[in-house]
């Protein structure tokens, strides 16, 4: 597979996390459970007698213990509802904190997936929720969640995840599919982060005729304005029968963070269902104006990816005044930008005003935008108010199929082309200057900032592992073709007909030329383990210079290609990048590398 970025890659704010042990913290004296499918609640929860349940778990967890799922589908029943009121069944009910020093954790088992399947659970007269999380400093990842049910007829909702005055939680990579309820609803706490969550095909054919009209993605409605601090980060929403993110009636600001919403308010099939906004940012419905929070609060919206949704893919919901939109890519949806607001009595809409729009590039909208006079708002660097037009050109690919694409190897959002500035774009450097680093003289327009290329000779390994050659290979380290008798049982190569392997205590290095002192760059490349039964996996080190970038230990069972990143700052025109195995498990194993790419990701510091 050749690469699809020859001549830049996108920046990207996320923080970057190699796959290693430090992903899987240990706290003195903490204690470990296991919840398995086929485990039992009177066992003691340990690695051999795992829990049946996460109820059961959390009765054990205490601050600083780590409770792992392993894999499996866990066929949730009514018996296992853990707690009820007059409108809802909870059937996961987390009320037990941990500390801002020791988090209880709920993790997937490291390369394992727990599927916890909610089909069966139909509880008469009742909403449910999946998970209810009103405990605080908690982390739970690695989570999917299928077959949420509706039962009710008249207006109502279910939720994957609810999170009910809980603050300072992380939920991460969690998936939220096939089933007809919300993925993650807020409505209390604070400072709770949502990382790397996809939410998708939900639909409610129950309630009001079908319509699918409360199931969102993403909901986030704080109910008081202690409520700040909430973010939503690197998600993905898609075919959710009513909107991507929703925060109407929100109390406090929110903030969606290089996310992505697309074809929200269809059924897969493209049936139109419910509303259909990528992001639905604000507004107060019906609520009387005396009841208004004051002062309104102020949604931002930055980084963000907009495609193909029912009706806008960013619209200010006939919100009372300002929002922030920096940075966003709307394609393809029914309005592009819609800054429809209303006026303090929440009855009178309103062409937007108050309204902040920077930096902002939309394409092939049946309507660019609505509701946004240009007196009104403050509008800097956009698309429409630069007077540029978009062309096909200007993009790497409008290839939508890639918005589904797996996500890297650390949960980031996948690495693609679409929507990515290209070459010579009419977008880049003709922004202004906001609060994130860019490269160039300005920052460029839209969701992607675009990232020169750092030549990295034989980037796949297709070369003869020859002296003289690009790579330098030591340790015995060499080119293994897919054929080869250390390659055979992979997967091929993801770029070309060889890999480089690197066994042991081996080493690649290549010098790498014109870069620029001070700026950060990002290396990405995809990996795995060779297949071999007596493997333990191997370890090895990325290194620029004298200096370790990234540290990897996957397990000796990823033997499929991921792509791992890493990134460096730069202190000199030229550096070596290396490639070194550490072999910590012992026993000489031997890992498979490919595709090997350095792009700029952010100019220099500025001196003062």
């Known amino acids: ?18 796959w290693s042990s430090v992903l899987w913290p240990a706290f003195a004296q903490a204690s470990t459970y296991y919840v398995a499918p086929k485990g039992s609640d009177t066992n003691d929860g340990g690695l051999e007698h795992p829990f049946a349940t996460v109820q059961r778990a959390q009765k054990s967890a205490e601050p600083g213990d780590t409770v792992y799922l ?21 059937v996961t009910y987390l009320n037990k904190s941990g500390t801002k020093e020791a988090r209880i954790n709920y993790f997937a088992y490291p390369g394992e997936k727990p599927v916890f399947d909610f089909s069966e659970i139909k509880p008469a007269g009742h909403r449910v929720t999946a998970f209810f999380i009103s405990g605080s400093w908690l982390h739970l990842k690695g989570i999917e969640i299928t077959g949420v049910q509706v039962t009710l007829t008249g207006h ?187 006026l303090d009595d ?92 860019y490269v160039g003289t300005a920052p460029d327009l839209g969701a992607f900032e675009y990232c020169p290329a750092v030549k990295v000779a034989d980037a796949g390994f297709e070369r003869p592992a020859l002296p003289g050659g690009p790579w330098s290979y030591s340790g015995g380290a060499t080119i293994a073709s897919n054929d080869s008798l250390a390659a055979k049982d992979n997967p091929k190569a993801p770029e070309g007909a060889q890999a480089a392997a690197l066994p042991g205590k081996g080493a690649i290095a290549q010098k790498l030329d014109g870069l620029i002192p001070n700026a950060e760059y990002k290396i990405s490349f995809w990996a795995a383990q060779r297949k071999d039964a007596r493997a333990k996996g191997q370890t090895w080190d990325v290194k620029v210079g004298d200096k370790v970038a990234a540290s990897y230990a996957p397990p000796a069972n990823a033997t499929d290609y991921l792509e791992y990143t890493a990134t460096f700052t730069a202190t000199a025109p030229s550096e070596t990048l290396a490639f070194a195995g550490t072999d910590q498990n012992g026993g000489g194993n031997t890992v498979l590398l490919d595709d090997v790419h350095v792009v700029q990701i952010a100019n220099p510091v500025a001196k003062n």
């Open 1 to 18: 597979m050749k690469s699809i970025y020859p001549d830049g890659r996108f920046f990207r704010t996320l923080t970057v996390l190699a």
């Open 70 to 90: 392993r894999d499996g589908t866990y066929h949730l029943t009514p018996a296992q509802i853990a707690n009820q009121d007059r409108e809802y069944s909870y």
């Open 346 to 437: 929440n009855a009178t809409d309103v062409p937007g005003y108050g309204q902040t729009l920077k930096n902002n590039v939309g394409y092939k909208g049946r309507t660019e935008v609505n509701n946004l006079p240009k007196e009104k708002n403050d509008l800097s660097h956009n698309y429409f108010d630069l007077n540029l037009t978009p062309t096909d050109a200007d993009f790497l690919s409008v290839d939508e199929t890639q918005l589904t694409a797996p996500r890297q190897a650390n949960g980031d959002l996948p690495d693609i082309a679409f929507m990515h500035l290209a070459p010579g774009s009419q977008f880049i450097d003709k922004g202004v200057a906001l609060k994130s680093p």
């Open 156 to 342: 109502t909702q279910s939720e994957c995840f609810r999170v009910a005055d809980g603050s300072n939680n992380i939920i991460e990579q969690c998936s939220m599919h096939d089933g007809m309820g919300i993925g993650i609803y807020l409505t209390g706490g604070s400072n709770n982060l949502f990382l790397n969550c996809d939410a998708y095909r939900n639909w409610d054919s129950v309630s009001e005729g079908g319509k699918g009209g409360n199931v969102d993605g993403f909901g986030c409605h704080p109910r008081t304005a202690s409520g700040t601090g909430n973010v939503f980060r690197g998600c993905r929403a898609w075919f959710n029968s009513d909107d991507g993110y929703d925060c109407i009636n929100a109390h406090a600001a929110v903030t969606f963070d290089h996310c992505w919403a697309f074809y929200n308010g269809f059924t897969p099939d493209f049936t139109s269902r419910g509303d259909g906004n990528g992001f639905k940012d604000g507004g107060y419905g019906a609520t009387a104006a005396n009841r208004l929070p004051q002062p309104i609060p102020n949604h931002t919206v930055e980084y963000c990816l907009s495609v193909g949704n029912k009706a806008n893919g960013f619209y200010s919901n006939h919100h009372i005044g300002a929002n922030t939109f920096l940075n966003n890519t709307a394609y393809h949806n029914n309005t592009n930008f819609n800054m429809l607001c209303r």
